[in-house]
């Protein structure tokens, strides 16, 4: 939810309550006035009838009134006058409306009379509902403008936030040189661009160090490894050693070789990760896969391996990625496979496919991507990062990649659009 919404949404659980109650409290007191207006108004017309009666008499000829009515009564006088509510029937409204009624006992020329004076609330009443009508009218206008005024005034405020956000979400380490975020006129927001400036030069600092770092490494370490191979190499060709020599030198080789693979496989997982690769010559994964079939042939015939291919698709990307996705991919299928088993490829539009029979079990799922774990796990010489390499190249292409075991075959697929439904690891 968009933090505009959410403003707004908790603005209204707020407003909401607070304008029905105060719509409630304000329709209470009109109420409770005009009931006290009625109330005097019916005292003083108490006043004025016992007056007139006190001169005129109760037989006294009188234009007679149906709000008040003089009564013979055998009730001792009160001395204060009680007031109620009650509903009559109005020949005029043709139903029974509120009024306000006070009666007392009166004593007026040594006898008792009940007087009842009365007062219509429906006027009133049809008053208070027309004001809270109004009200309500002016209440849901006043909320509506609020409601669109902080929705004007908060996309406006944070504008500059949704800019550097905008900034953030399209930046590339190649191009986070050029990226800068402005200053804006809101304290908080100039803070955040600060520190996001001073971040995005710190991280282009530290990729140019690593970048560089990549590349002497690259070199570097190649050159001397290759010369202590080719003097092991030397050495195994010395008749004049002893066995036990020849044995740890052997040793010496196969753990020097190791180490050569575990710095090639490293400095390629550097260059994916900086994105140190050409990205100006795309191959097809169909093209990449025949190749390497072809040029691991020997190994496949060695193990007497049956391959079963399936490849018709257009699908293409940077031949670096082709090339370390599927050399990786094919070689686990043929390292891990055991002698007269089954290799299986398919590609098509939608998907890559590759399949292959094992003796191993299934890889758990938190170890499956995770680097060197594999080569512990299958008590294996490898280094234990060709997933780890086939893994960060789907993120960096960004495509979903999954992993199944059933029946003794391994299966990875790869699926060539994220928005496409893709099953969940099974094991």
Not at 34 to 59: K, P
Not at 177 to 197: D, Y
Not at 252 to 272: C, F, P, W
Not at 324 to 347: T, V
Request: aromatic share 10%; net charge neutral.
């Amino acid at each position: 939810m968009k933090l505009l919404t959410k403003t707004t949404i908790y603005f209204l659980l707020i407003m909401l309550p607070l304008l029905a109650a105060s719509a409630f409290y304000l329709f209470f007191q009109f109420n409770k006035e005009i009931r006290h207006e009625i109330d005097e108004e019916l005292m003083n017309d108490r006043i004025q009838w016992l007056r007139y009666l006190d001169s005129t008499g109760a037989n006294s000829s009188i234009f007679p009134i149906p709000e008040y009515s003089l009564q013979p009564s055998n009730l001792a006088p009160q001395e204060k006058p009680q007031l109620e509510s009650i509903m009559l029937y109005q020949e005029v409204e043709g139903k029974k409306v509120p009024y306000r009624q006070l009666t007392q006992v009166i004593r007026l020329h040594d006898r008792s009379y009940l007087m009842i004076i009365r007062k219509s609330l429906i006027e009133r009443d049809d008053l208070i509902k027309n004001i809270f009508s109004v009200m309500l009218i002016v209440f849901t206008g006043l909320l509506a403008f609020i409601i669109l005024l902080n929705w004007i005034l908060n996309r406006r405020l944070w504008k500059p936030f949704y800019q550097s956000l905008e900034k953030i979400q399209g930046v590339q380490l190649k191009k986070m040189e050029s990226v800068s975020f402005s200053p804006s006129s809101t304290h908080e927001f100039n803070r955040l661009n600060a520190s996001l400036n001073t971040m995005v030069a710190r991280i282009y600092a530290d990729y140019q160090n690593i970048k560089e770092l990549t590349e002497d490494a690259a070199h570097e370490m190649q050159t001397p490894l290759a010369i202590a191979q080719s003097k092991l190499e030397l050495l195994l060709q010395d008749e004049s050693l002893s066995d036990a020599q020849l044995q740890a030198i052997a040793q010496s080789s196969e753990a020097l070789q190791r180490l050569t693979r575990l710095n090639h496989s490293l400095l390629l997982l550097a260059k994916i990760e900086n994105h140190q690769y050409d990205v100006s010559q795309p191959e097809g994964l169909q093209q990449v896969t025949e190749r390497y079939l072809g040029l691991l042939d020997e190994l496949i015939r060695d193990k007497k391996l049956s391959v079963e291919k399936q490849l018709n698709a257009t699908w293409s990307m940077p031949s670096a990625l082709a090339e370390m996705l599927i050399s990786n991919l094919l070689g686990n299928a043929i390292r891990y496979n055991y002698p007269g088993g089954k290799i299986s490829l398919h590609l098509d539009d939608q998907q890559l496919s590759v399949s292959n029979t094992s003796e191993w079990p299934a890889i758990p799922e938190k170890q499956l991507f995770q680097r060197f774990k594999k080569a512990a796990l299958l008590n294996d010489n490898s280094n234990g990062l060709g997933l780890a390499i086939v893994k960060r190249i789907c993120d960096t292409c960004n495509l979903p990649i999954t992993y199944q075991f059933e029946n003794g075959i391994h299966t990875f697929t790869i699926y060539r659009f994220s928005s496409v439904s893709s099953p969940s690891f099974a094991a």
